[in-house]
T-cell receptor
Framework: DAGVTQSPTHLIKTRGQQVTLRCSPKSGHDTVSWYQQALGQGPQFIFQYYEEEERQRGNFPDRFSGHQFPNYSSELNVNALLLGDSALYLC?????????????FGSGTRLTVV | DQQVKQNSPSLSVQEGRISILNCDYTNSMFDYFLWYKKYPAEGPTFLISISSIKDKNEDGRFTVFLNKSAKHLSLHIVPSQPGDSAVYFCAASGANNLFFGTGTRLTVIP
């Protein structure tokens, strides 16, 4: 049973460019949340998707957008990249917005903006 | 505004001894608290959780204690093993979202 799959694992982009990160949730999960983990920090919530809609959003600018597809997979898009966007981006899946049993996380995408 | 805080960035413990990792939170509306373990180049993995209506939950070598009046929780690992060396994140569940602390790096010395 595959867990959460994220692609790509590493990415280098130039300031001002746009990037798309992808996530396939664990089998049976229907909710996808995206987190940004800067160096030395804990994961920070970006947004959450359920039933193909953004249900919640953290304190991130509109440059960060996402999408969820009918098969529950999800994309995170970041426009006009800044150096400060360099971080590990984690995708987490869960069932029906429930968090008390914990999320299942992917290994993340390491984004470097130069 | 950091709602979940882990004030110790690192902890070193001898193999076989007890490891105690601490976490403080500010929001009394959190209903579940969780601990995650993270190895380098991997995503966080769920370790143990506790409901806000309980004060203790035990799973093998891992026990989580919750003190609601102090808004404090701790993770005890007994006995500590070298394979426990990792970064441990405390997280709190509220509004269908998880809020994470900054992590504590545990090193278990053989």
């Amino acid at each position: 049973d595959a867990g959460v799959t994220q692609s790509p694992t590493h990415l280098i982009k130039t300031r001002g460019q746009q990037v798309t990160l992808r996530c396939s949730p664990k089998s049976g999960h229907d909710t996808v949340s995206w987190y940004q983990q800067a160096l030395g920090q804990g994961p920070q919530f970006i947004f959450q998707y359920y039933e193909e809609e953004e249900r919640q959003r953290g304190n991130f600018p509109d440059r960060f957008s996402g999408h969820q597809f009918p098969n529950y997979s999800s994309e995170l898009n970041v426009n006009a990249l800044l150096l400060g966007d360099s971080a590990l981006y984690l995708c987490a899946s869960s069932l029906a917005l429930r968090t008390n049993y914990g999320y299942t996380f992917g290994s993340g995408t390491r984004l470097t903006v130069v | 505004d950091q709602q979940v805080k882990q004030n110790s960035p690192s902890l070193s413990v001898q193999e076989g001894r007890i490891s105690i990792l601490n976490c403080d939170y500010t929001n009394s509306m959190f209903d579940y608290f969780l601990w995650y373990k993270k190895y380098p180049a991997e995503g966080p993995t769920f370790l143990i959780s506790i409901s806000s209506i309980k004060d203790k939950n035990e799973d093998g070598r891992f026990t989580v204690f919750l003190n609601k009046s102090a808004k404090h929780l701790s993770l005890h690992i007994v006995p500590s093993q070298p394979g426990d060396s990792a970064v441990y994140f405390c997280a709190a569940s509220g509004a269908n979202n998880l809020f994470f602390g900054t992590g504590t790096r545990l090193t278990v010395i053989p």
